[in-house]
């Protein structure tokens, strides 16, 4: 029985499909080209509608937009892998009481869009009294449901490690939360450190949310600026300029998840190599202790 998921293409279907990517870049290459035209059809891209980037005051708002969306990213991310981490060895207890609290918490969380909770904790905790603030709703919602996700990416990289990792630290004497948090956690962040960089982009993009509920963030700002009479009402460059900003953002994460899988494979090369002239040393003395033994 053949174990290919699919049949390999033959020339014709190979030029069928170099074909179907000819025609599917050229039309994405049209509404390219189309959204541009508009765009400058009706002047998007006139000078009046982008002279607001000149002024001092707003170059100085605007970096402030910048920072309140890296302090929300900054301590949803931080908050949301420590939630994740917790809650994925919540689910792996060998207490049936606690996964189950566990596993409610997180499925609970996933199951409610983000928005939602921004809305819960900026909108309905001051129904019962509690004071909150724009800040406390987008990092708690960033958290929940972030921290949800990567409960699940972390509880699946634990789950693919070797089951003699866990052996020889219970070995040693290790009770389980030493071994979770001290062996198991730090090795399944390396093993899942693309899908983890890949939620934070997400969580990162998710900020934008935040204007919803008032949140002077990078696009809260864009918006602000956008609706302004004394510039033209320049939404449009106020968006691209934003969206551009999101995506230098993003792409800044990217990079530092490339730099950090490549020196990853670094460090596993350098132990893999110590540990093979270790063991080859070892046999190297092995042989020479035969080999001057008595006759």
């Known amino acids: 029985m053949s174990t290919v998921l699919f049949d390999t293409p033959g020339p014709k279907a190979r030029v069928r499909h170099r074909i179907y990517a000819v025609l599917g870049a050229l039309v994405v290459a049209a509404l390219i080209a189309f959204v541009i035209y508009r765009f400058v059809d009706t002047g998007q891209f006139t000078a009046r ?25 900054a301590f949803g991310a931080v908050l949301a892998i420590v939630f994740g981490a917790i809650f994925a ?41 509690v004071e909150t603030s724009p800040l406390f709703a987008v990092v708690a919602g960033l958290t929940l449901y972030n ?62 949310l935040g204007f919803l509920v008032t949140y002077p963030e990078l696009l809260y700002y864009a918006r602000y600026i956008g609706g302004q009479g004394d510039f033209g009402r320049p939404l449009v460059p106020s968006t691209l300029v934003a969206a551009a900003i999101y995506i230098a953002m993003c792409l800044l994460l990217t990079a530092l998840a490339t730099y950090l899988e490549r020196r990853n494979r670094r460090s596993k090369k350098h132990i893999d190599t110590d540990d093979g002239a270790t063991m080859a040393g070892l046999g190297t003395t092995a042989t020479g202790g035969m080999a001057t033994g008595p006759a």
């Open 147 to 208: 921290g949800s996700v990567l409960a699940e990416v972390f509880r699946a990289g634990i789950l693919s490690l070797p089951k003699g990792q866990s052996e020889a630290a219970y070995a040693l004497g290790m009770r389980k939360t030493q071994v979770m948090f001290t062996v198991l956690l730090p090795q399944a962040l390396r093993a899942m450190l693309p899908t983890i960089i890949s939620q934070l982009v997400v969580l990162l993009k998710d900020t934008a």
């Open 49 to 73: 509608k982008w002279e607001w980037l000149q002024y001092s005051q707003v170059q100085s708002d605007l970096a402030s937009a910048i920072l309140a969306t890296v302090k929300a990213f």
């Open 89 to 129: 060895a919540g689910r792996l207890s060998d207490h049936a009481w606690v996964r189950g609290i566990c596993t409610f918490v997180v499925e609970f969380f996933r199951a409610i869009p983000l928005l939602i909770l921004m809305f819960l904790f900026y909108y309905g905790l001051p129904t019962l009294g």
